[in-house]
């Protein structure tokens, strides 16, 4: 029996959902192993009943926990797809500045009415077995883990940092470069896209298990930056550092 | 020497270029760096570099290489590296070219890796003097500046033209046959080349304040100096970087990777590095270098003082690749080793110069990376998370195992783990292995079934001597899932029950629901040849359990034994060896008597991939293994 799948999606772009509709041949070999049964950015249907669930955005209201509750109650598998599931991403941002502000920003004369609470990821609710991290994330991550999931394997998701696939990719590095990069505490299996494109890694896929984040804003201030510019270069997709459920 | 006009050169390399069964590369500027590259033209060629980010090792180690294709139906098959094209690397600086030496020697040593040697093998190195030198250079202080050997042709900038000292046959038919004009050398020529390399290796910005000849033995002073190497790692990132960057790195991780329909796929080896957080853990949870002083300390020790003794060279060349690349530059080993000088002096230590070890190195046959196939031919389960798995080789060959050997198991498209052989040698036609669920591989190894498909590799590593053991009292203790390796022993001795003195059994585990090979374990019982005890940690109110209850050094004091003749061998979780080792210790065994077997980390199963290293020795090819007094003396060990 083919394994039934179905998607989500929360406070997020929905770029992600895009990245998987674009899939394009590769989705076709793909749906020969599974059965879509909700998508809602290709399909109306929407059924209960599937193994495993792709989320994708964070969670930023109280309302949205009940909703991914159910959805760890039906799936076997729970999958947080792009940054806004894996880490909170860039609706943390919005952790740093106060709620009501933020809710008048949002929702202008009417924010009293709205409840928002500081961004999370997925996996701050419910308990999360898989990850495809990523602003957005990648075809090639998405279909690893979900070939990995159908053999029955936990996806290898590494847990060193971009400096790793940056040297293996023989890039100059953007400190060499005059750059500010966070790649030395940002867990890699972007295969360090971005630094290979000549820009610096802001860190979208979250850090490793262990960063020495000291040590990254001090050779941040080593190369020039102010000790304030330093810490805001965590802020971009850094932003939520609560517990796992 | 020869001498051959800069333009003249250009025509050389364009005509190399030109022959399309040549892979030709060579420095080529990269931003404001430089890196090897493919050439297109001459024109590219910057030999006026200072370093290139990646040493040219990539062209024989590649970052990321297949190893091995699958299909689910007809196995694994090594990739054939016939079809490679012979590379010519132009450009290659004196130290990178010893750093290749370094290389041969380390993946030709007791099994040969084909596939960097046969890359090496059809290669040509272009050599070429360094013109200039890198801010973080110290090649000279390791005597790497110049080369006199190592290469097919080495070249010098004697400004219009260049000296080209033909190092082999290789080199000079190369030249013959591509390039037009080459004229002998004067002896005004030979003088400048002098001159040059007299003038490189006075040159350098960074240099040690001692003989570099100190290096292993003032490192083998400094080992337990925990708040040195505290110190100097307190900003390590573990990005390994500076390990990545190495010319003489070589430790390497290995992935499957199943293509889309998941039947068929490779399983790719990629470069890996020992200051990575997670290098040296293994799935339950322990991590044998769990702190960044120990990991830096690991990096330090491999290259000035374990390989220093397995084949007699630092294995730095001074390329200073790790200092630049170093963000909060603490990788620099001038810096670190200037400091371990400058403390041995303060706090009064007395170093020597080390002698250069007497090395006998072993080379053997060729790794195959690709499995063979074994069939699943009986499938028990044992506990809720250990079963065991009777396997068959497809081929009809033996396994031909040692007891205490192990074997590398694939799964297609997960992975593969290594396992003890857990039958004894003298069941013939199948092999047993008894597996724990733990992560991927093992648990994948559980859902299959009989009649299910596995690769194997090996056996590999030291087993137990059971010739040595012959007339000796044994006395075995397990803890766990230590019983399996101790069990292809247990029962060889069994089958020649009449060559060995008194057997006895310890054996404990958790709980009573974790016992392993129970049947056959409490048969023993009703044995008269054989002692047996057991005992659990603890039996929660549901388990029923008629023998002792304590973690297994209890049982130890349980036995009456004579600790002259008896030899006692050891298998369980990491934190048992100490403690077991030490009541046996304080019955009077001695050290010499006292065998183990140890768990690693493993990747390649054959001593190249770094993963098992334990200081200088390789758990998967010096042991699993081991005598206690061989090990009792290294650190990492127990
Ligand atoms: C010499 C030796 C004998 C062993 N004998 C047995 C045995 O008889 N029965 C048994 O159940 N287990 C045994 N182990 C442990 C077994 O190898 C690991 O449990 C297994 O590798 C876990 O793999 P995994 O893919 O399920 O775990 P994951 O956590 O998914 O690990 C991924 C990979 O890391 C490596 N790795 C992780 N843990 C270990 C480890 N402990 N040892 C070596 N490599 C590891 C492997 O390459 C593995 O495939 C032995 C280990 C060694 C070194
Ligand atoms: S560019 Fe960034 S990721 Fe790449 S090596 Fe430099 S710091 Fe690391
Ligand atoms: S390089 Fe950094 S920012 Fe770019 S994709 Fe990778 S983790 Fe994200
Ligand atoms: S020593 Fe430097 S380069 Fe090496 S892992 Fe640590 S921070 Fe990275
Ligand atoms: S340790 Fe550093 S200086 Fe020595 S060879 Fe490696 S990268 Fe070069
Ligand atoms: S163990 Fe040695 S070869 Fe392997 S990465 Fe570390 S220093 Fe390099
Ligand atoms: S060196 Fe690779 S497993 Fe031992």
Redesign the pocket.
Known sequence: MKPKVAFFDFAGCEGDQLQIANLEEEILDLLGQVEVVSFREVMKEHSDDYDIAFIEGSCTRLQDEERLKEIRKNASVVVAIGSCATIGGINSLKNYQNMDDVKKIVYGEKASLFDTYPARPIDAVIPVDAYVHGCPMTKAEFLHVVKSLLLGKKPEIPNYPVCVECKKNENVCAFERGEFCVGPITRAGCDSCCVNEGTKCWGCRGMVDNPNENSQKEVLVKYGLSVDDAIGKFKLYFGWQGKKK | MHVLSKEDFSEFINSLIADNSLNVVGVKSKGEKFAFGPLESANQLRLDYDVTILPPKKYFFPQRETLVTYNVSSGYKSKSLEDVKPTIIVGAHP?DIM?LLHMDEIFRETKSDPNYLSRRNSSVIIGVNIQNMSE?C?ASS?GCATIDYGYDLMLTDLGDKYAIDVGSHKGADLLNKYSKNVKKGLARDIQSVGKKKQEIMNKTHQKFGFSSELIPEMLGKFYEKTSFWEDHSEECLSCGS??L?????YCFDVIDNPDLSLKTGERERTWDGCLLEDFAKISSGENFRNTKATRYRH?YFK?GKYLFDRFGFV?????????STCLPDI???VNLFNDMYDESLKIGIQIDPATIPDIKIKTGNTIDYAPKIATIVKKVPMTANETMFELKLDDGSELGHQPGQFVQVSVFGVGEAPFGVSSSPTKKDTFELCIRKLGNVTSKIHTLNEGDKVGIRGPFGNGFNAELLKGKDLLFVAGGLGIVPLRSLFNYVLDNRNDYGRVILLYGCKEPRELLFGDEILSLEDRDDVEFKSTVDRCPENEVWNSNVGVITTLIPQVDFDPQKTYAVVCGPPIMYKFVIRDLKSHNVPDDHIIVSLERRMKCGVGKCGHCQINQLYVCKDGPVFNYSKIKGIPEAL
């Open positions: 130290y750093a973080s110290f390791m500076c390990v960057v190495c010319p003489t790195c990096r290259k294995s730095c060349v001074g390329c200073g690749r790790c200092s990788a620099n080993p």
